[in-house]
Antibody, heavy 119, light 107 residues
């Protein structure tokens, strides 16, 4: 059974960075693709980026290019998402989600991490 | 980017009713269309992938159909636990985009 456990809620000031972790169990990171999605209050989910096995590289939504970095530690099966230069509008719940088959759905999701940007 | 447009944005129904939610893509996405259910404070939960394939454990009262640009999610014989928000998503090409959601409320 796949399980994704994310790090706890964060409160950050504008301009700061935040790093969210996502611990995978039931699979290894090498067996699937990890993606990150965020959801602002009252809004729909928004894909931020993830691993593309076709290119063997991480791809980012253009909106976040230059501000987001997604990394993986395969020794602990933990994925990380770091977002820099935080703005008030980055306040959202951030989710990690797995894709087992290329082009397939987001099969399993973490519980979410609330990031609040406040002065 | 491919835009995903859901309709209606909200609807109310009685337990036992059947409802249909529509999702339209701004260009053809073949059958790379997925549906998720989300309840307050929880992560989205995969219901249907590749337009019409039920995720393991999802009741058969959920049915997906469509192709190219027009897709539907039908829920027959609504149960109390079905009242939630539903999102469509395309995984045809990046950026993977979601619809804005359909909130299903109990009447």
């Amino acid at each position: 059974q796949v399980q994704l456990v994310q790090s706890g809620a964060e409160v950050k000031k504008p301009g700061a960075s935040v790093r969210v972790s996502c611990k995978l169990s039931g699979y290894t990171l090498t067996e699937l693709s990890m993606h990150w999605v965020r959801q602002a209050p009252g809004k729909g989910p928004e894909w931020m980026g993830g691993f593309d096995p076709a290119d063997d590289d991480t791809i980012y939504a253009q909106k976040f290019q230059g501000r987001v970095t997604m990394t993986e530690d395969t020794s602990t099966d933990t994925a990380y998402m770091e977002l820099s230069s935080l703005r008030f509008e980055d306040t959202a719940v951030y989710y990690c989600a797995t894709v087992l088959l290329f082009g397939g759905p987001f099969d399993y999701w973490g519980q979410g991490t609330l990031v609040t940007v406040s002065s | 980017d491919i835009q995903m447009t859901q309709s209606p944005s909200s609807l109310s129904a009685f337990v036992g009713d059947s409802v249909t939610i529509t999702c339209r893509a701004s260009q053809s996405i073949a059958t790379y269309l997925n549906w998720y259910q989300q309840k307050p404070g929880k992560a989205p939960n995969l219901l249907i992938y590749a337009t019409s394939t039920l995720q393991s454990g999802v009741p058969s009262r959920f049915r997906g159909s469509g192709s190219e640009t027009d897709f539907t999610l039908t829920i027959s014989t609504l149960q109390p636990e079905d009242f939630a928000t539903y999102y469509c998503q395309q995984t045809y090409t990046t950026p993977y985009t979601f619809g804005q959601g359909t909130r299903l409320e109990i009447k």
